[in-house]
């Protein structure tokens, strides 16, 4: 009972976001073909926007932290693990975050509440997604089986707490 009252329950946006990777995870693996597993991600885009009002910025998400490390420059490079085989991540490499700068700069307020936190931390999280014509929110899997059975989207971090 005790460890029940620790647990907060999902923000609503968090919940329906990960209700329909869950659901088009489920869909996507029974589909009789690649056109009709093509046809699952255009719906999935609009449910994602659907399960975000069309806003791509989310507040006070909750994870586990399960990538801390750094680029050759000293950006931080992180991972948060919502569920499952649901991660929101920055890019892993400058030349990769040239254009969307989701990696986190040295001497920010962020890079230092980072400093001290470690894999495996849950952590609460705000940020932004990308906008993605694709996925409606981008997602940097390099197979469409990735990114519908595993995804992996690329967020700007604005605020990362412990638990």
């Given at each position: 009972?005790?460890?029940?009252?620790?647990?907060?329950?999902?923000?609503?946006?968090?919940?329906?976001?990960?209700?329909?990777?869950?659901?088009?995870?489920?869909?996507?693996?029974?589909?009789?073909?690649?056109?009709?597993?093509?046809?699952?991600?255009?719906?999935?885009?609009?449910?994602?926007?659907?399960?975000?009002?069309?806003?791509?910025?989310?507040?006070?998400?909750?994870?586990?932290?399960?990538?801390?490390?750094?680029?050759?420059?000293?950006?931080?490079?992180?991972?948060?693990?919502?569920?499952?085989?649901?991660?929101?991540?920055?890019w892993n490499n400058s030349l990769s975050?040239?254009?969307?700068?989701?990696?986190?700069?040295?001497?920010?307020?962020?890079?230092?509440?980072?400093?001290?936190?470690?894999?495996?931390?849950?952590?609460?999280?705000?940020?932004?997604?990308?906008?993605?014509?694709?996925?409606?929110?981008?997602?940097?899997?390099?197979?469409?089986?990735?990114?519908?059975?595993?995804?992996?989207?690329?967020?700007?971090?604005?605020?990362?707490?412990?638990?």
């Open positions: 009972m005790a460890s029940a009252s620790k647990q907060s329950p999902l923000p609503t946006s968090q919940r329906d976001f990960l209700a329909v990777i869950a659901d088009y995870k489920e869909r996507f693996r029974s589909a009789s073909n690649e056109l009709q597993q093509s046809a699952l991600r255009d719906g999935r885009r609009a449910a994602i926007l659907k399960a975000l009002a069309s806003r791509l910025t989310v507040q006070n998400w909750t994870g586990t932290l399960r990538n801390l490390e750094t680029s050759t420059e000293g950006k931080a490079i992180v991972t948060v693990r919502l569920v499952s085989d649901v991660d929101v991540l920055t975050d040239v254009i969307h700068r989701t990696m986190i700069d040295k001497g920010t307020p962020l890079y230092a509440a980072l400093m001290n936190m470690s894999v495996g931390d849950p952590v609460t999280v705000s940020g932004s997604f990308i906008p993605s014509d694709q996925d409606g929110a981008l997602e940097t899997s390099l197979t469409i089986d990735g990114s519908m059975t595993a995804p992996e989207f690329l967020f700007q971090f604005s605020n990362i707490s412990k638990q």
